[in-house]
Structures are given as C-alpha cells and as structure tokens.
C-alpha cells in the first residue's frame, strides 16, 4: 500500500544535450527518497547542479547509466574524483554504478583509466531486467537509440510509486510496456516534430507514448536548441497526451503523489 506521507522525488539536474547552453547542464535526474539518494546519468555540469539543488556527492548511493554518450556520463569520473579528493572525507559506503550490456568493460576502459578507483567501494553492474537498489525496485528496458551501443530507460519504484526515465529514445513498444501506468514519465524531446531524426522522439511522440502508456504526468526533456520557440515542443505533446505535460529545466523538482 503507499504512504502519501513517503515522499519520492525526482529533481532535473540536466535537461539539456551535448549541446552547451549556460542554462542546462548535459543529462541528469537525482531521485530521492527516505534513505535513499541516487541519479539516472551524469553528464557534465550535473554534479554542480546537485549541489545547488541541495544535495550532497557524497552520500550518493547508487548511479544508473543509460548508455554511454559523453553527454550522459561525462561526469563519472569527476565523481570517483571527487569523492577521493575532498579534504577531510573518506568514503565507506559502496557506491553502486549499472549501466546496459558492455558497462563494466567501458567503465574499466574509458572510466577507471583515468580516475583509478582506488580506496573506494564500488560495485559495477550490467543492470537486470528487475533488480532492487537500497530501498528502490528498478525496472529496465532496451530501446533503439544508437546502432553502435546499447542503451536502457529505467523505471524506478518506491513505496508504490513509479517514475520513469526514457534517456535518449526511438519510439519503441518496449518503452510503452516499461512506461505503462507510471507516476511520472521523463521523456527524450530532443525535437520538436518538424525537426524528427532518428534515435529520439519528437514531441508529438512523447506525448502519444505517455496517452498509451497511461502515465499520470509527462516531463519533457534532453532539449536540443531549436529555431522555434519552446512552447511548440510543449504544444505538440500536449495535443498528443491525456496526461499533465511539463518542459523541463534544470532544478526543476517534482513530488510523486500516490
């Protein structure tokens, strides 16, 4: 049964691409909830946003990768680098990293590399189908993004609530099946429809998957710089969905309702 008195959040730390804008940092969702502190990638200018949004690096429990897009982990090792560095602390915990098919390899060769991990508790992990990190039940699914690499969206549960985070997304039936009757979904807009290429989801489709879905809100985000104004990409996945939409932006903060 859920408790309303529960509280689980999502906070955007990074709606933005590999595209550099001063107002939103790379890839980067920070889920909360009691006991429990964890981000769904960690692209640049990620970290500086968690701490503006009040949270803390070093009491991160866990980190699930999407795929390994410079723009959705391109902090990793600024993180391992971080929690060595500060003066005056020294990590016990484990930290938890999961990623798609192939991550460990990648994270030995293109992470580790060049932050040793040395001293620190870490446990690397392809992420399961279903698999449970310190208080949250995670859900996975493949979907087409990037011929070249294997990507998972994730589907986080707590005390009977669910968000889910598509990351960089071709519309996939799979998504559907993984999105189905969530709380709240975070969904790849990286265009508005005029301006559809494949590997992500344009706006209209964002808002068609959270209709068939039956997703309680819908959070349009990963925004590529556009011609036309924001409020088109808005536009078109609300005339597509039944669902509360919102744009996001970096801080925004939300609160799963049961």
């Known amino acids: 049964m859920t408790d309303p008195a529960t509280p689980f959040t999502l906070t955007v730390l990074g709606s933005g691409t590999g595209v550099p804008l001063p107002e939103r940092a790379c890839a ?18 990620v970290l500086r946003r968690l701490a503006e949004a009040g949270g803390d690096y070093r009491t991160l429990d866990a980190v699930f990768v999407t795929h390994v897009h410079p723009d959705h982990i ?23 990293l999961y990623g798609p098919p192939g991550f460990p390899a990648f994270f030995t060769d293109q992470v580790a590399a060049v ?12 992420a399961s189908a279903v698999f449970h990190s310190h208080g949250l039940g995670v859900h996975t699914a493949p979907f ?18 669910s968000i889910v985070v598509t990351s960089d997304a071709e519309w996939d039936e799979a998504l559907v099946d993984l999105a189905r009757g969530a709380d709240l979904l975070v969904a790849d807009c990286s265009f508005p429809d005029a301006q559809k290429i494949h590997g992500h989801m344009a706006a209209s489709e964002c808002g068609r998957l959270a209709t068939v879905a039956g997703v309680g809100r819908l959070v349009l985000s990963h925004l590529y710089p556009v011609d036309l104004a924001q409020e088109t990409r808005l536009s078109e996945a609300q005339a597509a969905s039944k669902c509360e939409v919102l744009l996001a932006h970096d801080g925004l903060r939300l609160e799963v309702i049961g």
């Open 74 to 96: 391109g902090e990793l090792a600024l993180l391992l680098h971080a929690l060595k560095a500060t003066p005056g602390f020294c990590r016990e915990a484990p930290l938890h």
């Open 144 to 161: 087409v993004h990037s011929p070249r690499m294997a990507s998972l969206a994730y589907r986080c549960v707590h005390a009977g609530r």
């Open 28 to 45: 980067g969702y920070w889920l909360q909830a009691p006991g429990i502190s964890a981000l769904v990638d960690c692209g640049s200018g």
């Open 115 to 126: 932050a040793p991990p040395r001293h620190l508790d870490l446990h690397i992990a392809e």
